[in-house]
């Protein structure tokens, strides 16, 4: 049984359990120029007025994610931000009441699964966006228990054994830098060690009868092993045997123990669905597309088989009888995307997320066979959805003719004779990917009149591992002129306004905001840099224990701050922020462990004595992403009036009391 996916994840310099970050170095230097864009804008809509809502209006939406039904399917868990704080809820599968299992107003908690022959429950917990989850068991009367206590440590849920009698957990108390293996009694929690990691490889997926463990071996972003080992013998297999660079990655072990289900890309540029016979070791084909298969998984006793696969910015949610390979039929849905499909263990019912642009998360139900019913509406009652805008996929032809994707953004309001102004927009990661998925925040921002463009530049995922590999060795350089494409591109379309273009971007998307201000001084007209990498010197000597079995990856991908740091400094925006000359806002948790807070609090600092303005917020209470409603109200608020102040001219709204301290002293270089 795969754990629910807990967190809303959506910027990230770098994701344990699936490496994001495919960096190199060289010394940024100036870009050819470009042929011009070549990409036709999209089919436009009618201009319309829309009218204009208040950030506490679309933070008022709310958000749900993950599902998992109780033992008589009776009853669906799942997470939601209700009450301003991620808390855990359960409700009827008929609709009614939502139950809180927790309730907390200042901790995120996550729902993790019910257990498989009652009500209790698993949770997830950290302390202020720390990382460091722990896991805990809340029984049917409310009494919360820790099952990993201890500080500095971090948990995660493997899943439950098919029986429901025990379940396994990993853990890194032992040895900060490695995940081991633990096999919990679901009844009594006493627990064994059943896989001691010396090897350093990462714990990836168990079989449901305990005996197999598959590893991940991550020697490059582009190049990583699966390792399967028999727990009772220690007998391990490397069953991804390839030449050059490529992509393995466990997905599931078939119910009745005998295969496992992986993706590979290293017969062809995408992804494909494949399994392995842990007796024979003979491999199969499953599953291939023209795009991606990022996920796959089981139904309890292995009756069905999902599928999602990323297609152009998209997910689609396949599933398949597991015997005849046949597609089985999903319900027609109002416009929008299946996503995260979750199948009860009688295999008789199913659940999912719908989501489109104007459509944040809704769970639904399915009975196989029968109408899906609607559980949640997630989006405000105040917001007219009629408002809000459609995304579309756009693409141009960079300065040296690469293809760039990209999704775009149009404001209902933007004409050739009332032009907009507008904003690039850069994912983290990198290998990271803009998708149509539903965004509180640019839909905020379009329905104030920005046009955006979520540029997926060379080296984002989902468009062939060649598009992935093609930032490999030039980190500040052909990654970031893509940026400056995507800023032609914008100034050809006939509604946006040359002059007023901007760039914002989370984690190395913040990082590439401060490059483009630093690098390429005078192509955009403001930033805005949320919890980016100004010193990546810094950074890689401060990266968390538990992410060493990547360390060799980063360095290969970014740089060794040993051997390399030369070249790092050169890449590194805070070096050269003597460049920088344009308004920039910076948006930072003070207790982010992937991108610490001097990174911020430095290139604030630095980019202060310029003589331009800067603006800085720092929340106490968050990590690497901003969780807690009254945070994004205050932070997407202000980040609007920055905009506003320095691409429209409106002038700027009274002081608020959040926090904005900067540092007094300069960084020494």
Same mark, same amino acid.
């Given at each position: ?18 490496? %994001? ?11 050819? +120029? ?7 804008? =999209? ?99 409310? #009494? ?36 081991? @293996? ?11 060690? @059943? ?58 072990? %078939? ?58 910015? #998209? ?31 009688? +295999?008789? $019912? ?21 109408? =899906?019913?609607?559980?949640?509406? %997630? ?5 007219? &959805?009629?408002?809000? @805008?459609?995304? #579309?996929?756009? $693409? ?114 913040? !990082? ?32 968390? &224990? ?8 980063? !360095? ?106 900067? &540092? ?6």
């Amino acid at each position: 049984m795969k754990p629910l996916r807990r967190r809303p994840l959506s910027i990230a310099i770098a994701l344990p359990f699936a490496l %994001s970050l495919a960096l190199a170095a060289c010394q940024p230097a100036a870009g050819p +120029e470009a042929p011009a864009p070549t990409a036709a804008a =999209p089919v436009a809509e009618v201009a319309r007025p829309a009218k204009q809502y208040v950030i506490e209006d679309f933070i008022e939406s709310t958000g749900v994610s993950g599902a998992s039904f109780n033992a008589d399917e009776s009853r669906i868990l799942f997470s939601s931000n209700k009450a301003g704080v991620w808390n855990v809820y359960s409700m009827p599968v008929a609709g009614g009441e939502w139950t809180p299992v927790t309730e907390s107003t200042t901790d995120n908690s996550w729902g993790v699964a019910y257990f498989p022959a009652d009500d209790r429950v698993l949770i997830a917990r950290d302390d202020d966006g720390d990382e460091l989850d722990h896991l805990f068991v809340i029984a049917a009367d409310g #009494s919360e228990k820790d099952l990993t206590p201890g500080k500095g440590l971090k948990a995660d849920f493997l899943g439950f054994t098919h029986d429901g009698g025990a379940f396994h957990v990993i853990s890194n108390e032992r040895d900060p830098r490695f995940f081991d @293996v633990y096999r919990y009694d679901a009844t009594s929690y006493e627990r064994e060690l @059943v896989y001691k990691n010396e090897a350093g490889f990462e714990p990836a997926e168990i079989s449901g009868d305990g005996r197999w463990l598959a590893l991940a071996e991550t020697h490059t972003t582009n190049d990583s092993d699966v390792h399967v080992v028999e727990l009772a013998t220690g007998k391990s297999t490397k069953i991804s045997q390839h030449e050059g660079q490529a992509n393995f990655n466990a997905q599931a072990f %078939s119910p009745d123990g005998q295969w496992l289900y992986y993706t590979a890309n290293d017969q062809g540029e995408f992804a494909e669905l494949r399994r392995v016979n842990l007796a024979s070791g003979a491999h199969e084909p499953v599953r291939k597309a023209d795009w991606d298969i990022s996920d796959a998984f089981f139904s309890h006793n292995g009756k069905y088989l999902g599928i999602a696969t990323s297609v152009d910015g #998209s997910t689609e949610v396949t599933l398949l009888d597991a015997a005849s390979g046949a597609e089985v039929p999903l319900p027609a849905l109002p416009a929008g995307e299946i996503r995260n499909l979750r199948i009860a263990r009688s +295999e008789n $019912r199913l659940a999912f997320y719908l989501n489109g642009d104007r459509q944040p998360n809704d769970l639904y139900v399915l009975d196989i066979g029968g109408e =899906p019913k609607q559980l949640t509406t %997630s989006l405000n009652p105040a917001i007219d &959805p009629a408002d809000l @805008v459609d995304s #579309s996929v756009v $693409r141009f032809k960079s300065f040296d003719g690469m293809e760039i994707p990209n999704i775009l953004w149009k404001p209902h309001q933007a004409t050739a004779d009332a032009k907009a102004p507008a904003l690039v927009w850069v994912h983290g990661g990198p290998g990271g990917q803009t998708t149509r998925a539903h965004s509180a925040l640019i839909q905020y921002l379009a329905n104030h009149g920005y046009v955006v463009l979520g540029i997926n530049n060379r080296g984002s995922s989902g468009y062939g591992k060649t598009f992935f590999a093609a930032d490999d060795g030039k980190h500040g350089r052909e990654p970031l002129w893509d940026t400056i494409e995507a800023k032609k591109y914008l100034q050809s379309l006939d509604y946006v306004d040359d002059d007023r273009i901007g760039i914002v971007g989370g984690s190395y998307g913040g !990082y590439m905001v401060l490059s483009a201000l630093a690098f390429k001084p005078g192509e955009f007209k403001v930033g805005v840099d949320i919890f980016g990498v100004s010193n990546w010197v810094r950074t890689l000597e401060s990266i968390p &224990p538990y992410w060493e079995s990547f360390r060799e990856a980063l !360095y290969q991908e970014i740089g060794n701050p040993e051997t390399q740091r030369d070249f790092l400094v050169e890449t590194s925006p805070l070096f050269h922020a003597d460049k920088i000359n344009v308004p920039l806002m910076v948006l930072q948790g003070a207790n982010d462990p992937r991108v610490i807070k001097p990174e911020s609090d430095e290139i604030v600092a630095a980019v202060q004595k310029n003589g331009v303005p800067v603006e800085y917020v720092v929340f106490d209470d968050e990590g690497h992403g901003f969780t807690k409603k009254k945070n994004q109200i205050e932070g997407y608020g202000r980040m609007l009036a920055f905009l506003d102040q320095h691409l429209k001219g409106v002038p700027a709204p009274a002081a608020t009391p959040a926090e904005a301290a900067a &540092p007094t002293e300069a960084p020494a270089e």
